[in-house]
Nanobody
């Protein structure tokens, strides 16, 4: 199965920015892709989606602050996160949308704290 590797997380102060990357082991050009996050004690949720044609959608909680993008030539997807809030603290994962990769990557931890 395809493998997904997330990176780019870290500790940032409120109002700061991070850019997350998701590298796939194979071509993603055919697929709708998405970013997901899971905060402590909560279910994993979708935060952003991008279609094979580049159309995007966002959860209301991140709309206007996050931007999803993709580079099919690099089998890579990105999530630019600006104006970060403590509520954004979570482990961030990538996958197709709908989810088809059974084994999730390790995710990347984003912690927003002053």
């Amino acid at each position: 199965q395809v493998q997904l590797v997330e990176s780019g997380g870290g500790l940032v102060q409120p109002g700061g920015s991070l850019r997350l990357s998701c590298v796939a082991s194979g071509s993603i050009s055919r697929y709708r892709m998405g970013w997901y996050r899971q905060a402590p004690g909560k279910q994993r949720e979708s935060v952003a989606v991008i279609t094979s044609g580049g159309n995007t959608g966002y959860a209301d909680s991140v709309k206007g602050r996050f931007t999803i993008s993709r580079d099919n030539a690099k089998n890579t997807m990105y999530l630019q996160m600006n104006s970060l809030k403590p509520e954004d603290t979570a482990v961030y994962y990538c996958n197709t949308d709908p989810v088809t990769v059974i084994t999730w990557g390790q995710g990347t931890q984003v912690t927003v704290s002053s």
